[in-house]
């Protein structure tokens, strides 16, 4: 079992090109079935692949459940089971997949939150200053919302990765995908007013070039980590109404403001980098949810209204 894990993964790296924390994720949850499988009695040890059948997953998940992990953490550890085992029967080591007709846990529905398109604008403007860094910060804050690039995104993406012209960028995505996407002229100008500063140039920065490397820095001129722009954004962020936001908020909020005004659903599905259409829907609740939020607050005679969408419909069935 411990040698198909290493080929599994091994696999997932060089074939799929799958990225290190998804490594790190898959590695630890696998460890965790491999040793509960030990510890079950009647049962080869170590254990093999071929011993492996859907009761014991069952009971490796019922297990974690009663430790307290979180609906989401058992659906990834199933997800990353049955990419085991898929694999194994492609390879031949195995017939069938155990793994295939284990039932997912029941996922609690929770809708991402959104900043009003107010508090976007004025999270924009909350880097004061014309310092190195707080012109940096602007230009991440300001390249998050226009693209709703993830953060891993942001801090992959290079000079050579911008076309000015026509104003878009080139992304790399989960998997290694990459994606072009626009980038708005504010975002542009918040990149060069950054880029000016730090080069001691005035006016639009030159350094946009293909050998420039990295477009966002630290003081040492290395490449930003993903955990140092969430803590750029939770300081910029609380000073908002609600708190502080990560940066996937900002992607949230990119592509319900882009619905909010029109867009079309499968473009922002390819904008995102959504491989599944139902995955961007969930847009359409935030996008309702807004509306609703927003009718209860201005209109005089919306108290007797129906506020949820759920309410809606009981009430169109009546």
Known sequence: ????????LAALTVQQGASPQTIRAYASDLAQFYVFAQEVPDRPRPPVPESITPTLIRDFLAARDRLGEKKTSLARKLACLRS??????????LK????????APKLPKHLPRVLTKDDAGALMEFPAGQGRHVLR??????????TGARVSELVDMNFDDISRSEGLVRVRGKGSKERIIPLGAVALEAIDAYHAQASGMTGRSSNCSPDSGAVFRNSRGGRLTTRTVARIVA???????G????PHTLRHSFATHLLDEGADLRAIQEM???VSLSTTQKYTHLATDQLLSLYDRTHPRAGSAATTPEEIKQKGSR
């Open 1 to 8: 079992m411990d040698r198909a894990i290493r080929a599994f």
């Open 137 to 146: 910060d602007r230009a991440i804050l300001e390249t998050l919302y226009s």
């Open 96 to 103: 069938a997949n155990p793994a295939e007709d284990v039932r």
């Open 243 to 246: 708190g502080t936001i990560h």
């Open 84 to 93: 085991l085992f898929r694999y194994l029967v492609r390879v031949g080591q």
């Open 235 to 241: 300081k910029y962020s609380r000073q908002l109404a």
């Open 272 to 274: 995102l980098g959504h």
